[in-house]
């Protein structure tokens, strides 16, 4: 990154911060997704201390980008959702998180489900939290939002993009899956394009992000590279290129 590319990065932080207030906590380091993501996000990476909303085109790709925020954050997480079954741990560990690391709660009545989210927020045994509700007023949003800040937590907001409506969350999300051949015929690969919502200058095509799947470790099955131009990552993380 040159140094005009750091002055305006850190330019548009200091705009953030003034936009929203008091949102995230500028003193904790921010969640780091990958780098051509990180580059365009305020401070580098996704805020601590803050709510983020992600609006889904379909209940796959929103699972998939809360599953790559939550394996970024540490210790216990909370997922909470409408649904007694939840979601399904295995699945969510062959994406990044351990399923040790996943606790779930459920309700039946809205408010139920936003004070869970709420004390989660608060509470300094959890890493973040994710709470799946499609309908919710800007006070609940604000609640939140409050609750997260000043705390090195994450909390997620997971709706259908078709119910999404005005919230408080400090970014906004849209994610759609993808079809990918190449990703198919390797094997192993979640795609979906992520774009948020007129928070972050020159991301505003979106991205596509292929994600590697962990694989038991008694299955070595080597996979082609991807085609293009892809930032060296770790084991089980994201690739992310711009979406055409």
């Known amino acids: 990154m040159s140094a005009s590319d750091a002055v305006l990065r850190d330019l548009r932080a200091s705009l953030a911060r003034i936009e929203r207030g008091t949102g995230g906590d500028a003193t904790l380091p921010p969640i780091s997704l990958t780098p051509p993501i990180d580059d365009h996000l305020p401070g580098g990476g996704l805020a601590r201390g803050a709510l983020h909303e992600v609006q889904a085109s379909d209940l796959g790709a929103g699972l998939a980008l809360c599953t790559l925020i939550l394996s970024r954050t540490d210790g216990p997480v909370l997922w909470i959702s409408a649904h007694a079954e939840g979601v399904w741990a295995p699945g969510l560990h062959a994406l990044g998180l351990r399923a040790d690391r996943l606790l779930q709660a459920s309700y ?6 936003l004070w869970t989210m709420e004390e989660a927020l608060r509470s300094p045994a959890l890493g973040g939290a994710v709470l799946q509700m499609d309908r919710l007023d800007m006070t609940a949003s604000r609640r939140l939002q409050l609750a997260a800040e000043g705390s090195p937590r994450v909390g997620l ?13 400090v970014s906004r999300w849209r994610v759609a899956s993808l079809a990918d051949a190449a990703a198919h015929h390797a094997g192993g690969w979640t795609c979906f ?15 596509k992000v292929r994600w ?3 694989r038991p470790p ?8 991807l085609p293009g131009p892809v930032p060296a990552l770790p084991p089980s993380g994201p690739a992310a290129t711009p979406a055409s």
């Open 157 to 169: 907001l997971l709706r259908n993009v078709a119910e999404h409506g005005p919230s408080s969350a």
């Open 193 to 207: 394009a992520a774009a948020p919502d007129g928070q972050a200058a020159g991301m505003s095509a979106g991205m």
């Open 108 to 113: 039946r009545q809205p408010a139920d489900g």
């Open 218 to 225: 008694s299955q070595n099955t080597r996979e082609p590279p």
């Open 212 to 214: 590697r799947s962990r």
